[in-house]
Structure formats: structure tokens, C-alpha cells
């Protein structure tokens, strides 16, 4: 289960070297190193892990969406993946104005570059509708992993939306399950939110926090496992 949520993310491997190696080949003078220096120590040391607390998580995102931005169009017209032309081929200013961009955008959107990732990445399940109306000032829960966009294997696609400050995911990982097959079946499992699309219902959004903290439940496959959990029986017909 524990790989299911490896928090490890390469993308950030590969991209974070080289956004340190473009600040450190700026001249000591420009303004932009002056301004960024914080920034670029703490992701020079970031072991490149997502967790709810991590700072670092939040700026690097935001600053690989940044400079994906920027790049996109070049990385195409080029046939190369835009990860590979952010980390090879984007130009040290490029990546510096980036960062900038990212640490500005955190600054204003929630008060300090050093926002935890749990502050923005968020899971929020209203009501019933396909569409959620996401709302920054209704109840909502952080999720700690992020967008498979930067390897992350416990997948949370998550962006504003508008009138929103934080990051709502709406795809990714919503079922995860793992499986021992012998005698005796063993599972577990998570849906993100639950199993009822009933607002009103208990399982509406009962497996929530589980699912954001990759906590899988048992899955009662035998009447001995059923029996303690059981609310009502039915037969097909009556």
C-alpha cells in the first residue's frame, strides 16, 4: 500500500538542477538572484517529496506550471516533451522569471512564498452535482500528493477555479485498491469522497479524509467479515 503513495516526485528531480544551476550562473549582481536567493535555497535542499507541510511542494509546483506555460509552445514546435525542454533547453532567465512568477503569485494569492501545500491542494465535495461549485470558504480537505504531471504515483489533479485561490482536484486517483489473492481474499480499498452521490446520505463523503491520507479500509469480501457491518439484508425480488 505504502507504494500506492510514494511521495517521491522525479519530474522535480530532473527540473530542480537546472533551476539551481541557472541561478547559479547568474551574475551575483542582477536583481532577480538578489530577490530569489530564499526561494532557490530551500528547493536546492527539498529531497523533492510532497507531504501537507512542504513549502517547497508548493512553490515547485507552482513554478513548474510557470515555466510549462512559457515553454509549451516552444517544446512542441521543437518535438521534444515539455519536461524535457524546461530542463534542457529553457533559458536560465526563463527559469528565473519563473520561479518569480511562482513566488509572486503565492505571495499574493495566500500572504507568503512559504505557503504549505496543504494550504492550496484541497479535495472539496459540496454537493451531488458532476460539476462542483468549488468554494475557497466552504469546508474542504488538504491533500498532501499532487498531479502525476510531476510523477507523483498517488495522482491529484488539481487547479483553480474561478473565484478560487486554491487547487481542487477533479481527476486522478478516485480508486485505489490492493489485493492478495490465496485461500482467503484479502483487499483494500479507497474511493475518493464515498460511495453515494446523496448529499444527505453518511456515505456521501465518509471516505474523505481517507482517501487523503492514502488510510485504505478493509474490503468484506465473507458473511464473518459482513456481519458486524451489516445494515440491512435484501433478497432480489421482495
Do not use: C
Amino acid at each position: 500500500m505504502s507504494a500506492a503513495y510514494d511521495s517521491y516526485m522525479p519530474a522535480f528531480a530532473q527540473l530542480i538542477p537546472s533551476l539551481v544551476a541557472a541561478y547559479d550562473s547568474t551574475p551575483g549582481t542582477d536583481p532577480l538572484k538578489v530577490k530569489l536567493a530564499q526561494q532557490v535555497a530551500a528547493l536546492r535542499i527539498w529531497d523533492r517529496r510532497w507531504s501537507a507541510s512542504s513549502t517547497e511542494t508548493s512553490l515547485a509546483v507552482f513554478w513548474g506550471e510557470a515555466l510549462w506555460a512559457r515553454t509549451a509552445p516552444a517544446a512542441k514546435a521543437s518535438g521534444v516533451s515539455v519536461l524535457d525542454y524546461m530542463a534542457g533547453r529553457a533559458t536560465p532567465a526563463e527559469k528565473l522569471r519563473a520561479l518569480e512568477e511562482a513566488s509572486d503569485r503565492l505571495s499574493q494569492d495566500f500572504g507568503s512564498w512559504k505557503t504549505p501545500w496543504g494550504e492550496i491542494n484541497r479535495f472539496q465535495r459540496l454537493n451531488g452535482d458532476i460539476v462542483q461549485p468549488f468554494n475557497d470558504a466552504a469546508p474542504s480537505i488538504p491533500v498532501p500528493f499532487a498531479s502525476a504531471q510531476w510523477g507523483s504515483l498517488a495522482s491529484f489533479g488539481a487547479k483553480r477555479y474561478p473565484g478560487t485561490k486554491r487547487y481542487y482536484g477533479t481527476n486522478g486517483n478516485s480508486f485505489v485498491a490492493v489485493v492478495e489473492f490465496g485461500e482467503r481474499v484479502q483487499a483494500y480499498a479507497v474511493t475518493a469522497g464515498g460511495e453515494s452521490g446523496d448529499p444527505k446520505s453518511p456515505h456521501f463523503n465518509d471516505q474523505a479524509l481517507r482517501y487523503s491520507q492514502g488510510a485504505l479500509r478493509e474490503v468484506y469480501f465473507y458473511p464473518d467479515q459482513l456481519k458486524a457491518h451489516t445494515i440491512r439484508v435484501y433478497k432480489p425480488g421482495r
